[in-house]
């Protein structure tokens, strides 16, 4: 069966450090892999998606970035944190086809405080 | 761009009330819709989808969903909530050859015993 796991789960840092929250992918090959994130009263606001190695989409400019190293590996990174990149991020995935016709499968979350 | 709205950020029931929320998107061409729910600590899971064909569709837990094309609407709704039911509920919309879904606010229901 597919699982899908990123680390850490809960993460502290201070403003101006980097960032890097990952997420693998057992079980499947070639998914599309999500970066979202969740606010309170904002619901899920899509960050970036993959549909291959090293294919990378941008939804919202920002202080993130976002990587595919492997079929299975989806890492969501920043070079210098701001406040405002606190909250609640989730990864998900589904498989990979021509169409979107699927549902989404995710992870646990991780939720980074900024201070 | 896409959107997707849901009315109603915050919903209070008794059980046994009978339960609508809202969902409606902006983009006019062919649509996939679909209704995510997080209940309390856990990860957010499908509870219906709607790809094309019967505009009503059933999904688990007894919850059903309406799409109306001239509306562009795509209402949850359930005859009789139940406790059970508290959790937090997202509409979410993608479109032909998107490969990505756009989500809702999010609607917190909460079922009084």
């Known amino acids: 069966s597919q699982t899908i796991h990123q680390w850490p789960a809960t993460l502290v840092q201070p403003v101006g450090s980097p960032l890097s929250l990952e997420c693998t992918v057992e079980?499947?090959?070639?998914?599309?892999l999500y970066w979202y994130r969740q606010a309170a009263g904002r619901g899920l606001q899509l960050l970036f998606y993959?549909?291959?190695?090293?294919?990378i989409s941008s939804e919202v400019p920002q202080n993130l970035s976002a990587s595919r190293p492997q079929d299975r590996q989806f890492i969501l990174s920043s070079k210098k944190l701001l406040l405002s990149d606190s909250g609640f991020y989730l990864c998900a995935w589904i498989r990979g086809t021509s169409e979107l016709t699927g549902e989404l499968f995710f992870g646990e979350g991780s939720r980074l405080t900024v201070l | 761009a896409q959107s997707v709205s849901q009315h109603n950020h915050h919903v209070i029931l008794s059980e046994a009330a009978s339960l609508e929320l809202g969902c409606n998107y902006s983009?006019?061409?062919?649509?996939?819709l679909f209704w995510y729910v997080q209940y309390p600590g856990q990860h957010l899971q499908l509870l219906l989808k709607y790809f094309s064909g019967d505009p009503l569709v059933k999904g688990i837990k007894g919850f059903e969903a309406e799409f109306i094309k001239s509306k562009f609407s795509f209402n949850l709704r359930k005859p009789s909530v139940q406790w059970s039911d508290t959790a937090e509920y997202f509409c979410?919309?993608?479109?032909?050859?998107?490969?990505?879904?756009?989500f809702g606010s999010g609607t917190r229901l909460q079922v009084q015993p």
């Open positions: 979410a919309v993608t479109r032909a050859g998107r490969r990505a879904l756009t």
């Open positions: 983009y006019g061409g062919t649509v996939n």
């Open positions: 079980g499947t090959s070639n998914p599309n």
């Open positions: 993959s549909v291959g190695i090293g294919q």
